[in-house]
Nanobody, 128 residues
Framework: QVQLAESGGGLVQAGGSLRLSCATS????????VGWFRQAPGKEREGVSC????????YYSKSVKGRFTIIRDNTKNILYLQMNDLKPEDTAVYYC?????????????????????WGQGTQVTVSS
């Protein structure tokens, strides 16, 4: 069955970097959209970045564009989120998810309501 598991979160100072990993199984990573989402305390979940199915087209939210990079390792079935120049407002629980509606589906911004499989989340805390 489809499974996702995040790791790599932690505490980092502002300006620092972290690399989140999402180990996936049960589906081909380069067939379906996969994305990273985050939810801060008291706030709604927001889309951070995603990559579409077969075309591998990426999307970034305005708040992270230029600082975060989504990386899809199809041989290891791992999705990464390289986060540089972290800011206190990046503090949140980060989730990876996949939309298994059909292969080659694109991805776009949003809170991920169309995504049907989620990991358990990993906490990222950025201190000022």
């Amino acid at each position: 069955q489809v499974q996702l598991a995040e790791s790599g979160g932690g505490l980092v100072q502002a300006g620092g970097s972290l690399r989140l990993s999402c180990a996936t199984s049960g589906f081909r990573l380069n067939y379906y959209p996969v994305g990273w989402f985050r939810q801060a305390p008291g706030k709604e979940r927001e889309g951070v970045s995603c990559v579409s199915g077969t075309e591998g087209i990426t999307y970034y939210s305005k708040s992270v564009k230029g600082r975060f990079t989504i990386i899809r390792d199809n041989t290891k079935n791992i999705l990464y989120l390289q986060m540089n120049d972290l800011k206190p407002e990046d503090t949140a629980v980060y989730y990876c998810a996949t939309d298994q509606e059909y292969p080659s589906k694109g991805c776009a911004g949003g809170a991920g309501t169309e995504y049907d499989y989620w990991g358990q989340g990993t906490q990222v805390t950025v201190s000022s």
